[in-house]
Nanobody, 121 residues
Framework: QEQLIESGGGSVQAGDSLRLSCAAS????????MAWFRQAPGKDREFVAA????????NYADSVKGRFTISRDNTKNREYLQMDSLKPEDTAVYYC??????????????WGQGTQVTVSS
């Protein structure tokens, strides 16, 4: 059974850093594009970052460019999101996603349950 499990969320101050991790199981991880989305209370789920299976291409939302870094380790079946210079507006539940094609829409085959990130000013 395909499963994605996020970890690494927490409560931090503005300007701090966090590193999210997503552990994949039950799927051929190296064949999938991986992404991070987030959803703040009362808002739609939005794209954060995505990376192809070979790390040849990465995309970022404009709101996180220069502050967040997406990466993956195909030998460990893990995806990461390094978040630096966090802002209160980054507060959201962060979701890991796996799909056949890299995109910034919600067109992904598998989703994790999410991990909460709270940034206070």
């Amino acid at each position: 059974q395909e499963q994605l499990i996020e970890s690494g969320g927490g409560s931090v101050q503005a300007g701090d850093s966090l590193r999210l991790s997503c552990a994949a199981s039950g799927l051929t991880f190296s064949l999938f594009a991986m992404a991070w989305f987030r959803q703040a209370p009362g808002k739609d789920r939005e794209f954060v970052a995505a990376i192809t299976w070979s790390e040849g291409k990465v995309n970022y939302a404009d709101s996180v460019k220069g502050r967040f870094t997406i990466s993956r380790d195909n030998t460990k079946n893990r995806e990461y999101l390094q978040m630096d210079s966090l802002k209160p507006e980054d507060t959201a539940v962060y979701y890991c996603a796996a799909g056949r094609k890299l995109n910034s829409n919600l067109v992904y085959d598998y989703w994790g349950q999410g991990t909460q990130v709270t940034v206070s000013s």
